[in-house]
């Protein structure tokens, strides 16, 4: 496996076991708990890197499927099945994971640059 020291994780977070070489996770990225990141997918025969970038959040109990790319800075939602890679600065969730937000900055741990003016309501929704 390829973690960056910086990479953090919460309580059973499961990587896969069976392609361990293929999970690799980028600096001050953050996966929370009950989250799985496979690398292969036996029924199909798949053997696959799957790549967090850097400062990523991967929510509790999201799913990444073998082969797929989160970008930099980007954000899936909980209880997301990441089926397609992921572009950078995006926020992703559902099942399969769509993008409903593009141009994000995140810090550490894949926070919210401007989380603060989200939370006091002012967001603007880009179409």
């Known amino acids: ?45 798949i053997y696959a890197d799957t790549r967090i970038g850097a400062r990523c959040f991967i929510g509790a109990h999201s799913i990444l499927m073998p082969g797929v790319t989160v970008g930099d800075g980007s954000i899936v939602g909980a209880g997301s099945v990441v089926t397609r890679s992921v572009p950078p600065g995006s926020i992703v969730v559902g099942n399969p994971a769509r993008v409903v937000r593009s141009g994000i900055k995140t810090y550490r741990f894949g926070c919210l640059w401007d989380w603060e003016t989200l939370s006091e309501g002012r967001m603007t929704q880009s179409t």
């Open 1 to 45: 496996m390829d973690i960056h020291p910086t990479a953090a994780f919460s309580l059973r977070v499961e990587l896969d076991r069976t392609h361990p070489s293929g999970v690799h996770i980028g600096p001050d990225s953050y996966v929370a708990f009950g989250s799985v990141i496979l690398t292969h997918d036996m029924t199909r025969g």
